[in-house]
């Protein structure tokens, strides 16, 4: 069982910066793809980025060039460093590991951690 904390979230103004981190306790950290998910109340919950166990990053396109996703394998830990936000960047967001074994997929989500951007 893996327990995911997100932490980093808060209220900032247009333009401004956030780094969320979310810290991975019970598994092998290393052999998990991590991923950053956000939600809208009332909408459905979209992937925002995802680092692979072996390092490749993807991002969803509203966010390229603006957020970074990184890990620390040593540290059992995921980040999220979000750059020039937009007020549409607002919602909550979640840290999600995954994992295949054998053929048995495995799913973790955090509690989610709050961003708002508004002036």
């Known amino acids: 069982q893996v327990q995911l904390v997100e932490s980093g979230g808060g209220l900032v103004q247009p333009g401004g910066s956030l780094s969320l981190s979310c810290a991975a306790s019970?598994?092998?950290?290393?052999?998990?793809?991590m991923s950053w998910y956000r939600q809208d109340p009332g909408e459905q919950r979209e992937l925002v980025a995802i680092i692979t166990s072996g390092g490749s990053t993807n991002y969803q396109g509203s966010v390229k060039g603006r957020f970074t996703i990184s890990r620390h394998n040593a540290k059992n830990t995921v980040y999220l460093q979000m750059n020039n936000l937009k007020p549409d960047d607002t919602a909550v967001y979640y840290c999600h590991a995954y994992q295949i074994t054998g053929n048995a997929e495995v799913t973790y989500w955090g509690k989610g951690t709050l961003v708002s951007v508004s002036s």
């Open positions: 019970g598994g092998i950290f290393s052999l998990y793809d």
